[in-house]
């Protein structure tokens, strides 16, 4: 194991030995049942056709899996299906046009509506507008837009033409975008003039044309108009989306697409600076998608009201936004904006108002709500919450029991959903109705798939014991390559148990004396702040390109909300400022800048040098003792070790907001 297992949820295991299983009633009506993990394990391929089988299949598969040219999976080779009619049109042939599909709420508290029928309308009108636009099937389309629904209706136009869309989160930087763009050769960006955050409009447009300056690639810009904000204009380029898509047919005649027909590219941060094109295919993805909201969410069409509080940005937004609930034909709440906006019951009003059945968040949400206190959500009438879903980082017992007494009634299940942006779908998580839950501890990989906890020999642990969390099996939603870049792909994931086989995640995880897996958080230097996956060295690499900076190192700090906290050490260069208040400012906006506000560094501490091994490699574990205030331990590795001194001594220079 490697030191940064050693993490916040450690500290929190075992605080907490109650079990907490679903109601009879709750269990008998639930989708389902224990005889799914008997089913999965007696034939797995079998088991997993008959999930695909829950979609429409314009040719049906040959084969169930190909995994011939592992780590390369291929799954329902020779099928044949279109990813938005499987959302979209085929709940309103089933008759199911009048159900609404998206109860829509902005930030200033304007709603949208939006039913089948009228979703099919959009999504079919979008389809022609980029069709008009002269894409076609493996395109790849740009998307940089805030909660509207157009983010959703262009996703899905994409899916419909065969386009490959690559979503990048609203929050990030021009230069963020640029080299998204850049990387995946988009032809198209779709975005809006501005988008609502804290009350107050904010431009985006503007990022968008700093990126597009230096992406020859890009032809068009689409833009939706949000918050009627003035934008600069390039004649020729730029189309109102208004222009465009309202005067298209609302009729479009989906095509099929090949099983593993690109679907779209989400970047991710690894633990280089280049963030990785993480590729997802059509038919295995929405298979998976599909599965796992049907069976984590318990989700009843008719009757229940969903909402998660993900960005579509992220890959939560992908999987548990569009394509699972959609394919489900779920009625949802999307929501525009910020939790505290115009206060800080905004979620509870919400739910109370949609009667929201299946909350789906953050734990660092949960634990912000506690921090604002029981008395708001219990303002509220909340009884129509049935399910309750945490997701993006480990859930620490204690913000696992205040979800449950207070948003849950002490009632509703809790699914803590282990996955990530490459596994495309939930891999470990209870099942509502058959899971005794156990707070902290996403428990079980699902029916269909295969995780284990191993050692550095790749041996699985004992009960009891801890090591790296590994997917042994290939799943259906799995990441099939990072674009452009097989080879990258093989060594990230497939190369520490090659042996094995063996998919290493990147978390540390332990076993409970039942079995059950307990994620530690991450043993490679990616930060979680916030449930957003942040790489040091892009901070690094951030901090590094400004003028001032000699040095520079990046360690994730416990943070009681946010889970990490960003805390970068630097040298500054012999001729800059000596680090007062100023440099360390200019510092963290010029993070904000390169890569988004979410990777601004909570604490800039202005060292004289940092502490190396011999080889020259920075040691991150003594730094991170220095950022969460421990007691420095074995130093004896370190080339000069009255460095450290220097560097406690200099804490106290930090910015904090
Ligand atoms: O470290 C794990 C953590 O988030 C990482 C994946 O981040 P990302 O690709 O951005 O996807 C987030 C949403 C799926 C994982 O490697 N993580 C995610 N969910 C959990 C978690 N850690 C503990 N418990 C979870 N439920």
């Not at 509207?148 to 989160?169: D, N």
């Not at 480990?394 to 942006?421: C, H, K, L, M, S």
Request: charged share 25%; hydrophobic share 40%.
């Amino acid at each position: 194991m490697t030191e940064q297992s050693q993490g916040p949820a450690l500290d929190n295991l075992l605080t907490e030995s109650r079990t907490f299983p679903p109601s009879d009633e709750f269990a008998a009506a639930a989708n389902a049942g224990a005889d799914m993990y008997a089913a999965a394990d007696a034939d797995r391929e079998a088991f997993w056709a008959a999930q695909a089988e829950r979609l429409h299949w314009d040719t049906k598969w040959d084969q169930v899996l190909d995994w011939s040219d592992a780590p390369f999976a291929k799954w329902f080779v020779g099928g044949k299906l279109n990813v938005a009619y499987n959302c979209v049109d085929r709940h309103v042939e089933s008759g199911h046009g009048e159900q609404v599909a998206i109860h829509w709420e902005g930030e200033p508290g304007d709603t949208r509506t939006i039913t089948y029928n009228d979703l099919l309308a959009q999504v079919s009108k979008t389809a022609n507008a980029l069709t008009e636009l002269g894409l076609q099937a493996g395109d790849r389309v740009a998307i940089y837009m805030p909660m509207v629904p157009e983010a959703i209706f262009s996703m899905l136009a994409c899916a419909r033409l065969g386009l490959t869309h690559s979503v990048v989160f609203g929050g990030f930087s021009a230069e963020a975008l640029r080299s998204r763009i850049e990387d995946a050769a988009a032809k198209l960006v779709i975005t809006t003039d501005g988008q609502y955050r804290r009350g107050k409009p904010a431009a985006l447009k503007p990022a968008v044309d700093e990126a597009v300056a230096q992406t020859p690639t890009i032809e068009h810009v689409l833009v939706v108009k949000r918050t009627d904000t003035e934008v600069a204009w390039t004649e020729g380029r730029d189309i109102w989306w208004n222009d465009l898509v309202d005067k298209q047919s609302d009729k479009h005649t989906p095509e099929a697409f090949d099983s593993e027909h690109p679907l779209y590219i989400l970047y991710t941060s690894g633990t280089t600076g280049k963030p990785k094109g993480i590729l997802h295919t059509s038919g295995g993805y929405l298979t998976q998608a599909s599965y796992t909201h049907h069976n984590v969410f318990d989700l009843k069409p008719d009757t229940d009201v969903y909402w998660c509080t993900a960005d579509i940005g992220w890959v939560t937004g992908h999987s548990y936004i569009v394509y699972g609930p959609l394919s489900n034909r779920v009625t949802q709440v999307v929501y525009e904006g910020t939790p505290n906006t115009p206060n800080e019951g905004r979620h509870w009003d919400i739910v109370q108002k949609y009667k929201v059945s299946i909350y789906y968040t953050a734990p660092t949400l949960i634990r912000t709500f506690m921090k604002w206190g029981k008395d708001i959500p219990a303002g509220y009438d909340l009884s129509s919450l049935r399910v309750l879903g945490s997701v993006g980082e480990p859930i620490n017992p204690e913000a696992w029991i205040w979800y449950r007494e207070n948003v849950g009634a002490g009632r509703a299940p809790i699914v803590d959903t282990w996955w990530q942006t490459e596994t495309g779908a939930i891999m470990i998580s209870p099942l509502p109705g058959v899971t005794s839950t156990k707070p902290g501890s996403a428990q079980r990989a699902l029916p269909g798939i295969s995780a284990k906890v191993v050692d550095d020999q790749g041996n699985e642990v004992p009960h009891g014991g801890g090591g790296y969390l590994v997917l042994d099996k290939p799943w259906p939603s799995m990441l099939r390559g990072i674009w452009g870049d097989n080879e990258r792909y093989r060594d990230t994931y497939w190369s520490r148990f090659a042996e094995q086989g063996f998919y290493f995640a990147g978390d540390g995880a332990k076993y409970d004396n039942d079995g059950d897996i307990w994620l530690l958080g991450r043993v490679d230097d990616v930060m979680n702040v916030s449930g957003h996956r942040i790489s040091t060295t892009e901070v690094e690499s951030a901090l590094v390109s400004h003028p001032t900076v000699a040095e520079a190192a990046v360690v994730g700090a416990t943070d009681p909300t946010t889970g990490q906290g960003i805390v970068a050490f630097v040298i500054l260069r012999g001729d800059a400022a000596d680090g007062g208040d100023d440099a360390v400012k200019a510092l963290r906006d010029h993070v904000a800048k390169e890569i988004g506000p979410i990777a601004k560094p909570r604490q800039v501490m202005v060292v004289p040098e940092l502490p190396k091994t011999r080889s020259g490699k920075i040691m991150r574990r003594l730094l991170r003792d220095v950022a969460e205030n421990r007691s420095i331990g074995d130093v004896t590795t370190l080339a000069d070790s009255s460095v450290m001194d220097m560097i406690s001594q200099g804490l106290n220079k930090g910015s904090e907001d």
